[in-house]
């Protein structure tokens, strides 16, 4: 066991996406990808079962808030579905006050639908989606005067480690993981994943390792900044 970790009070939330949702899901799985939804929301949902067996490895006590998953959550963790944006806002900002460090795997879109219609829409020609601002919860969360060690990631197509350094700094976190989603044997759909960890005290860049050396590697990290 971790002492920092499996200390009395450290709770882990993790954030997480899943599939199908609404929408208002990762834009980065565009229309007219060939992944099936089974396809999406087994790979999609690999970094946060990561993420979360390596935070029980270490014995801490986890929620879990994530969208719809084949993935089911072992019984020792505390889990809350949520379906859409706004149900994850809700349910993040009820459960952060009682949160140590919040990871957030949620790759949650900065659009949603600006209306819903519960019936089938009828096929008329031309159909203009119309997309409203979605809740903008790290932001939320980093502006609060009692936050816990926030965790955020920056999925990027190509070497845009400024994008990352600008979303650590914009929405108060405390640390973020920059991947390129492009790069060989890193993203989506594989077993391994390179990445560059960030937080307010250095950057470091690790070498192509297995995603539970990864998730390893970010709590680590996380445990040492914390002591």
């Given at each position: 066991?971790?002492?920092?970790?499996?200390?009395p009070?450290?709770?882990?939330?993790?954030?997480?996406?899943?599939?199908?949702?609404?929408?208002?899901?990762?834009?980065?799985?565009?229309?007219?990808?060939?992944?099936?939804?089974?396809?999406?929301?087994?790979?999609?949902?690999?970094?946060?079962?990561?993420?979360?067996?390596?935070?029980?490895?270490?014995?801490?006590?986890?929620?879990?808030?994530?969208?719809?998953?084949?993935?089911?959550?072992?019984?020792?963790?505390?889990?809350?579905?949520?379906?859409?944006?706004?149900?994850?806002?809700?349910?993040?900002?009820?459960?952060?006050?009682?949160?140590?460090?919040?990871?957030?795997?949620?790759?949650?879109?900065?659009?949603?639908?600006?209306?819903?219609?519960?019936?089938?829409?009828?096929?008329?020609?031309?159909?203009?989606?119309?997309?409203?601002?979605?809740?903008?919860?790290l932001?939320?969360?980093?502006?609060?005067?009692?936050?816990?060690?926030?965790?955020?990631?920056?999925?990027?197509?190509?070497?845009?480690?400024d994008?990352?350094?600008k979303?650590?700094?914009?929405?108060?976190?405390?640390?973020?993981?920059?991947?390129?989603?492009?790069?060989?044997?890193?993203?989506?759909?594989?077993?391994?994943?390179?990445?560059?960890?960030?937080?307010?005290?250095?950057?470091?860049?690790l070498?192509?390792?297995?995603?539970?050396?990864?998730?390893?590697?970010?709590?680590?990290?996380?445990?040492?900044?914390?002591?």
């Amino acid at each position: 066991l971790d002492p920092l970790m499996a200390e009395p009070g450290v709770s882990v939330e993790i954030i997480a996406p899943g599939h199908p949702l609404p929408v208002e899901a990762d834009l980065i799985l565009i229309p007219g990808t060939k992944s099936t939804r089974a396809d999406l929301a087994a790979f999609r949902a690999e970094g946060w079962d990561i993420d979360l067996r390596a935070a029980l490895r270490r014995g801490a006590q986890v929620t879990l808030i994530s969208g719809p998953s084949p993935l089911r959550p072992p019984k020792a963790v505390t889990f809350i579905p949520v379906e859409t944006a706004e149900d994850m806002r809700h349910a993040v900002s009820h459960a952060v006050d009682d949160s140590t460090i919040l990871i957030m795997a949620a790759a949650v879109a900065d659009f949603m639908p600006a209306e819903r219609r519960s019936g089938k829409i009828e096929k008329s020609g031309e159909m203009i989606l119309r997309l409203a601002p979605a809740p903008d919860i790290l932001s939320a969360v980093g502006g609060k005067k009692e936050k816990p060690f926030i965790v955020g990631f920056a999925a990027e197509t190509g070497q845009r480690l400024d994008r990352a350094r600008k979303k650590f700094r914009s929405k108060n976190m405390d640390m973020i993981v920059f991947n390129d989603v492009t790069g060989a044997g890193s993203g989506f759909d594989v077993d391994t994943n390179k990445v560059t960890i960030i937080d307010r005290e250095e950057e470091t860049a690790l070498p192509l390792l297995g995603k539970d050396e990864v998730a390893d590697a970010i709590l680590d990290r996380v445990a040492k900044l914390r002591a």
